[in-house]
């Protein structure tokens, strides 16, 4: 009998966020288990819901979605996106620079497939959200992460990025508000971006899709609004700031040096059309979800059920001995630190592992991030504070007994 195995180019494909501890929580699942997620941030999971006038627009307007539109997208949705862009800041972009898909995952395959050959290089932040890594090496590319440094606020080294370009580098991506240390990048750390990718002609990659999602007054600065001489792909979407996350439905803008990029964009085009278009029910959404009141401004501030989960966690962390963890700026995660000193931790994703099978706690290890070290978990702040503070209390009893 022959078998089927799976293509090559999957062998240094790597997704743990979804990997081997998760299969093992569906197993205590189907055991009658109760398990706490915190692996995944999922805001349908923990009644944070899609706010109910966009809900009501989906569904008012779904007879409109029995059929292909175009593969760019709905016109109405993109032109939405487009003055989205007018209040960020980003100059020139007109409604064919604009690509909706569903989510913004397949937009970042999508443009890797486009930009890249066998052995091009993106350089991509440690630590990372997976997916950028995964894309790259599915592209037949060459990821090569850059540092981020902890005692910097999880800034991006530059000094790092520069010594890691070379002829091959194509891109540089960023993701900001980061997933998942939850820093959220000044405009003196992108103008130091911006001239790298100057110097050296490289593309720059956006990841902002928590773009809203800010504490402490925190600003964000989309880069793309700060150049018109460089390449950007920016990318976005209502799975966070909206809470849309099972919607699917994301944007990809191509902004500043589009001169230079024609037949890159024919490629893009290229694949976008053989997709036939996204879904169209999710494109619905989009239009209302840019205009009008912004729900997430409530959640995010003193007194709101993210800045409150956010505090809960963050201090509960800080407080078991032998854990440290930086204050997120943005986003819905901490990624706290194990001093080795107190854990001397060999395999992280057993850590987690045991944690999983002890305290029925799902979290993600930090080397599922692609950073070199053993001694960082990954937490999501999406349940209610009582739950996490139950979470938070088992998990420094865990780590007490693991010390021992």
């Not at 091959?168 to 405009?187: D, K, M, Q, W």
């Not at 773009?211 to 989309?222: F, W």
């Not at 990809?252 to 036939?276: C, F, Q, T, V």
Request: aromatic fraction near 8%; hydrophobic fraction near 40%.
């Amino acid at each position: 009998m022959q078998n089927f195995f799976k293509s090559a180019k999957l062998d240094n494909v790597c997704y743990e966020i979804r990997g081997v501890v998760l299969r093992e929580a569906r197993r205590l699942e189907e055991e009658g288990h109760r398990v706490l997620k915190l692996n995944i941030g999922n805001p349908a999971a923990f009644e944070l819901d899609v706010p109910e006038e966009i809900q009501q627009d989906v569904i008012y307007n779904m007879h409109q979605a029995q059929g292909y539109v175009e593969s760019k997208g709905l016109f109405s949705a993109r032109k939405a996106v487009m003055h989205y862009c007018q209040q960020r800041g980003i100059a020139k972009v007109d409604i064919d620079d604009i690509y909706l898909g569903n989510g913004v995952s397949e937009l970042i395959v999508m443009s890797m497939q486009a930009l890249l050959n066998t052995g091009d290089e993106v350089l991509i932040p440690a630590p990372d959200y997976p997916l950028w890594t995964a894309a790259v090496t599915l592209s037949s590319g060459k990821p090569v992460h850059y540092r981020c440094d902890e005692q910097q606020d999880w800034f991006p080294d530059i000094d790092d990025i520069r010594k890691k370009i070379t002829r091959r580098t194509r891109a540089i991506v960023l993701i900001n508000p980061n997933n998942p240390t939850g820093a959220v990048y000044s405009e003196e750390l992108l103008e130091q971006v911006l001239e790298l990718a100057r110097e050296h002609n490289l593309i720059i990659l956006s990841d902002e899709i928590y773009d809203k999602i800010l504490y402490d007054g925190t600003q964000h600065t989309s880069i793309a609004s700060m150049a018109d001489d460089v390449l950007f792909f920016t990318y976005n979407g209502l799975s966070k700031n909206y809470r849309a996350a099972g919607y699917r439905s994301g944007w990809m803008i191509i902004s500043g040096a589009k001169h230079k990029a024609r037949d890159l964009i024919e490629g893009i085009d290229m694949l976008s059309n053989m997709r036939l278009c996204a879904n169209v029910p999710a494109q619905l959404a989009i239009q209302t979800s840019l205009g009008g009141y912004q729900s997430i401004n409530d959640l995010v501030a003193p007194g709101g059920r993210l800045y409150e989960q956010r505090e809960t966690a963050w201090r509960m962390l800080n407080d078991i001995p032998g854990v440290s963890c930086v204050k997120p700026k943005g986003a819905l995660y901490l990624f706290p630190r194990l001093d080795p000193k107190h854990f001397p931790v060999v395999n992280d994703e057993k850590l987690v592992l045991d944690l999983l099978l002890q305290e029925k706690i799902l979290l993600v290890q930090g080397s599922a991030f692609n950073i070199d070290d053993k001694q960082h978990l990954r937490v999501v702040f999406l349940p209610r504070a009582d739950t996490l503070s139950d979470a938070m209390g088992r998990l420094g009893n865990f780590l007490e007994h693991y010390r021992q």
